[in-house]
C-alpha cells in the first residue's frame, strides 16, 4: 500500500498570501497524484490530476508540481474562500486507493 | 449538470446492515468507473470500493473486504453499497463519486450519506 504523508497539518495564512502544501508517497506515483478540497458540509472536489491538471472550473490560483515522491500544490493568492481542508490522493498502484491525511488551510 | 445522490443512511447497530444508494443524474453509470468513499467524525478520507464500468471487476479496502458488496442498476442508473456485519468503525459519511477523466480519480462526488453504527 502506497502511503500519502501531508505537510503541515495546519496552514494559517492572510488573505493574498501563497499557500504550500506538501505530499510525500512512500514509494512513486510516477504523475497519478490527486488534490481535493473539502468544505465543511460539502462533498470534496477535485482540484488538480496527473499532479498538475487542473479540473473543470477550477480558478487558476491553484496549481500543482512534482512527480515520483514528492508533490506540492499551490494556491497563489488566498481568498477567504479557500479556508478548507486539502487531501491529495494517489492512482498509481491500487487497490487500495490512499489518500493523505489533509492538510487544514484556515483564514487569518 | 452531475449530480450524485445519496440515500440509505442511519443508524445501525453493530452485526447489522445496510444499503446505500446513489442515483445519478448528468451522467450515465454504467459508463464509468464509481466508487464508494467515505470519512470518519475526525478523520480524513478512505477509499471504501470501486467498480468497473463493465460491472466486470470489484475492489475493496482490505477493512470491508467480505462485509460490503458494490453494485450497479443500469436501468435505474444508481449506484449501492451493500454492507453488512458493520462495526463502530464503520460509522462515517459515505460518498458516492465518478471517475470520468481517469479510472481511480474522483471527477465528481455525491452529498454523502451518514452511517452511524452504536447499539
Known amino acids: 500500500e502506497i502511503v500519502l504523508t501531508q505537510s503541515p497539518a495546519t496552514l494559517s495564512l492572510s488573505p493574498g498570501e501563497r499557500a504550500t502544501l506538501s505530499c510525500r508517497a512512500s514509494?512513486?506515483?510516477?504523475?497519478?497524484l490527486a488534490w481535493y478540497q473539502r468544505k465543511p458540509g460539502q462533498a470534496p472536489r477535485l482540484l488538480i490530476y496527473?499532479?498538475?491538471n487542473r479540473a473543470t472550473g477550477i480558478p487558476a490560483r491553484f496549481s500543482g508540481s512534482g512527480s515520483g515522491t514528492d508533490f506540492t500544490l499551490t494556491i497563489s493568492s488566498l481568498e477567504p474562500e479557500d479556508s478548507a481542508a486539502y487531501y491529495c490522493?494517489?492512482?498509481?498502484?491500487?487497490?487500495?486507493?490512499?489518500f493523505g491525511g489533509g492538510t487544514k488551510v484556515e483564514i487569518k | 449538470e452531475v449530480q450524485l445522490v445519496e440515500s440509505g443512511g442511519g443508524l445501525v447497530k453493530p452485526g447489522g446492515s445496510l444499503r446505500l444508494s446513489c442515483a445519478a443524474s448528468?451522467?450515465?453509470?454504467?459508463?464509468?468507473?464509481m466508487n464508494w468513499v467515505r470519512q470518519a467524525p475526525g478523520k480524513g478520507l478512505e477509499w471504501v470500493a470501486s467498480?468497473?464500468?463493465?460491472?466486470?471487476?470489484?475492489y475493496f479496502a482490505d477493512l470491508v473486504k467480505g462485509r460490503f458488496t458494490i453494485s450497479r442498476d443500469n436501468a435505474k442508473n444508481s449506484l449501492y453499497l451493500q454492507m453488512n456485519s458493520l462495526r463502530a468503525e464503520d460509522t462515517a459519511v459515505y460518498y458516492c463519486?465518478?471517475?470520468?477523466?481517469?479510472?481511480?480519480?474522483?471527477?465528481?462526488w455525491g452529498q454523502g450519506a451518514l452511517v452511524t453504527v452504536s447499539s
Open positions: 463519486a465518478a471517475s470520468i477523466t481517469a479510472t481511480g480519480l474522483f471527477d465528481y
Open positions: 448528468g451522467l450515465t453509470v454504467s459508463n464509468y468507473n
Open positions: 467498480i468497473s464500468s463493465s460491472s466486470s471487476y470489484t
Open positions: 514509494q512513486s506515483v510516477s504523475s497519478y
Open positions: 496527473d499532479a498538475s
Open positions: 490522493q494517489q492512482r498509481f498502484n491500487w487497490p487500495p486507493l490512499t
